[in-house]
């Protein structure tokens, strides 16, 4: 790759970011959190040798736990780290930051194959929803590759053993970021995108039974470490450093 092809990429990179941001979370009436690069815990699996703790996402946009159950589940579980989807360290130890759910999850292309990476952050999320005790339903990301947005969805699968696995296709839906009218049909794609998202997961809680939940949830966290842990990596799992956010505006939430 010369210098101009490197810039050229870069320059793609923050356009498909601000479309992501603008459509996910600074329009408005727009409900999720965008954040970039972040580490995405990855789920146990024991068909292989070496287990990855984490992988690096480009952007995810994530949707808050409802408030009334991240609270009473943040102050009744002293391994809370476990329900967190994030990997995020401050001075070496876990952040307690207010559950979410991952629904939206981007990689673009760095000398790397963007659907594998993708099929990677897709399965954590799957399992994270399933350690919550949510419904199964799909998860939704793109591939950013020289200028093309490519839509793709996940979900649970039955394998040819009956176990389940997760089974990542593409929608068939793809933009060419460089042609401003596929740009703007991309965004406007994008924010409808993420209105029915929330809204499903909107309906979604309104159907739970909260206070089975929780115990499934307490239950799940009590007996099935869903994510690997890295007792020697970059992040420390000390349970004695894990501190509990309190504030408002952090705790979110739907009502």
């Not at 603008?22 to 995405?40: C, I, N, P, T, W």
């Not at 001075?91 to 292309?109: C, H, R, T």
């Not at 995108?193 to 809204?199: M, R």
């Amino acid at each position: 790759m010369n210098e101009s092809d490197g810039e050229n990429e870069v320059s793609q990179r923050k356009g498909a970011d601000s479309l992501i941001q603008l459509a996910f979370q600074m329009r408005s009436g727009a409900k999720h959190k965008v954040s970039f690069e972040v580490d995405v815990a990855m789920p146990v699996n024991p068909e292989m040798r070496i287990q990855v703790p984490y992988a690096s996402a480009d952007a995810v946009a994530t949707l808050p736990f409802p408030r009334d159950l991240n609270q009473k589940l943040v102050n009744d579980l002293r391994e809370h780290f476990r329900l967190h989807w994030s990997v995020i360290a401050n001075n070496g130890s876990y952040v307690n930051l207010p559950i979410s759910i991952l629904s939206f999850l981007v990689e673009e292309k760095r000398f790397k194959a963007p659907p594998n990476q993708l099929a990677m952050y897709f399965t954590a999320a799957l399992y994270h929803r399933r350690a919550l005790g949510l419904p199964d339903i799909p998860v939704f990301g793109a591939s950013v590759d020289g200028g093309v947005f490519e839509l793709f969805i996940s979900g649970w699968d039955k394998g040819v053993n009956g176990t389940d696995i997760v089974k990542t296709r593409t929608s068939g839906y793809t933009w060419n970021l460089e042609d401003p009218p596929q740009l703007v049909q991309c965004f406007f794609f994008l924010c409808r995108l993420s209105d029915h998202i929330h809204d499903e997961m909107q309906s979604m809680f309104a159907g739970l039974d909260k206070h089975k939940l929780i115990r499934t949830i307490k239950e799940e966290a009590k007996n099935n470490a869903w994510r690997i842990l890295d007792p020697k990596g970059k992040y420390d799992e000390s349970e004695d450093e894990i501190s509990a956010s309190s504030s408002d505006d952090e705790s979110g939430g739907y009502k």
